[in-house]
Each structure stands twice: as structure tokens, then as C-alpha cells.
């Protein structure tokens, strides 16, 4: 037997308490016994959006909300900022271009942020813009972009809208969405949310609904405005995925019995507890400068090939990374440390990291890289 252990950046391991929600009989989505957990799904999904706006929620992975992000708040030609420094960037450009509308792409070299100082030159440059389209934790290269700066320019611009790819970051690290004004924040369930597969979010301003009444972009099933009125009456336009939203109602109340800051606080250390191991380990960060709190990606060392780290850690000693995607396959590995993630979880990946390497040839003195964790670990 190999005991199993899921370390990557979604799907994430799901709460036993959880789990037994799911498992639960079904309800009839139109029936009171819904509405109530509907109710208590609508408040906890403020609660840690930050925000007094309805979250809307479809059945989808969380591809489905950033598609709708695009088709419902723009027109045909019109032109949008997307930040791409990594394969979740390069998705709002995909998108935008299959719905019509001119992406103004910021390509920003992957492992790095974006430089505040392009959004505005293209802000500039690009007076007529709708939107920018930004990941908070742009999830292929574990790089934290600066949400905040940015929508400090957008909300100068009364045309402008910033929409916020959060998927692994609400719930990792701090996005504020009212706050920070950000005019739509979309999320996902598989991620820090600690459920299967099969939700996603989204939050919208005021300012982002305005733009929607011109939007003429096809449209049926994310249609946010159709979900806007159905979610304040607790329900759903078309039929929701009952167990999945189960199985979220109890998630936010763990989620709100262990509280934002310390949520945010775990993510940190966790995150900080895991760089510092693979670095004592001789390896280095690939996204040094802004890193995400809820992935950590490290460079495959010289000589080695990176598919065999991800394959033996996986086949050998039973944990489950992520490998780099696209033009970053074989070059990095990902190591995973957001919702339903501890101490150990960081110490397991570390320890079969060190095994794996010294498995391949790499020199390893055993317990160094999972010593650096323990001690951020044990830190005040
Ligand atoms: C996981 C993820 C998505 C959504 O991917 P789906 O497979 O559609 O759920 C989007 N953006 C980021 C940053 C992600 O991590």
C-alpha cells in the first residue's frame, strides 16, 4: 500500500466534515430546505469575498465565471488589458478573443509580477479600454500579482472596470473586494474553497453593472445578470450543484469558526515554511520576488528531468505535485499549500521531495530541507 496525499493546486483535500455533508441525501433544489442553506451559503460567501454584494454561483469549474466576466460586461471590439504571466493570463486573453474583443496583452515574463507602471502606460496608451482582466495568484507560476495598486488606477476611470481572476487566492491571502473596489472577483471551489471540483463564484460591482446593460456578447448559461436575480430569492437560475453547495455551506463555517486573519496567517506560514525547505535543500524559488502564498514553484535542478521529480513523488511515495504547464513543463514543480493544508502537509512534501531527489541523484543531507520548514514552522 502507498498511502495517498493530494499536494497540488487544485484539486485540494476536502475536510472529512465535509465530505460527510456531501454525502448526505439530496435536496430538491426548489424546496425550503435549499433556500435555507442557499441563505446561509449567500452570507458566508460575503464573509469572505469581503464584500456586501451577492455572490453569484454557477455549476462550473472556475473557467466558467471568468468566461462569463468576459461575455456579459463587454461589446464586440472592444478592447481589454490582460495581464499574462502565466497560462491563467493567457486564458483571459483566449477568452476575450473567442467573444470579439481586442486583448491589449501585458506580457510579463513568467515567475515575475506584473510592474504596476505597464498597466497604467497601457491604461494611458489605451484610454478606451473596458477592463482589466489580472490573477491575484497567477496559479502556473507561483506569482502573487499587485491587485491593489492596480485597481487604485482603475478606479479613476469611470469606463474601466477590473475584474480579479481570485481562484487560489481568496482565502490564501488578503483581496478585499470592496475594499479595494475591485469590480468583479471570480473564484472556484477546488482550491482554497476545499471542495471537489464543480463550483465558481463570482462578485460584481455596481460600476460592472452598468457596463453589462450595453454588453451584447452572446450569452445563455453564464448569464450573471439572470443569476443576480435568482441568488437574492436564494435560488439558482437552472439546477444547482445541490451536494457541492452542501458540502460549501459547512465549509464556510469552518471557514468563518477559524476567521480570516488566521486564515491568511496559516497560508503565510505554510507558504514561508515551504520556501525555506526546498531553499535549504539547494534549490531555488522560481518566482522569488512575489510569491503566492497558496503554491510554491521551484526550478528543477540542472541535470535532472523534472517530469521524473513529479512522477516518482507521485508513483514511489504517494504525494501528488504539480509540474509546470505549457513552456514551463519540465522546467519546474509546484508544491501546494492552500485550504484544507497544514504543518504536515508542508512536512510530507518536503521529506518525499528530499527522497525522491536523493532517489535521482541529486545530493541530499537528509532532514535539512524538512529542518528549514520546521523551524519557520515553530517560528513565534
Ligand atoms: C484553477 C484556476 C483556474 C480555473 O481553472 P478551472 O480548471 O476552470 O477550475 C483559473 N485561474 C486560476 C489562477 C486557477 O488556479
Redesign the pocket.
Known sequence: MIKQYLLA??PTPIPPRVLLKMAEPIVHHRAPAFEKIMEEVREGLKYVFQTEREVLVFA?????A?EGAVSNFLKRGDKAICVRG???GE?WAEICEQFGVIPVNIDVPYGKAVDPADVKKALDENPDVKAVYV??????TGVAHPVKEIADMVKERENTIIVV?????LGVFDVPTDAWNLDIV?A????AFMLP?GL?FAAVSEKAWKLAEESDLPKYYFDYRKEAKSIVKNQTAYTPAVSLLMGLCEVLRMMKEEGLENIFARHARLAKATREGVKALGLELFAPDSPSN?VTAVKVPEGIEGGKITKIIRDEYGVTIAGGQGSMKGKIFRIAHLGYADKFDVITAISALEMTLNRLGYPVEFGKGVGAAMKVLEEE
Open positions: 493546486p487544485g462550473s469549474s472556475g473557467t466558467g471568468m502565466g497560462k491563467f486564458r490573477q491575484a495568484s497567477e496559479t502556473s481572476d481570485a481562484i487560489t487566492a471570480v472556484g471551489s477546488q482550491k471540483p465558481a497558496a
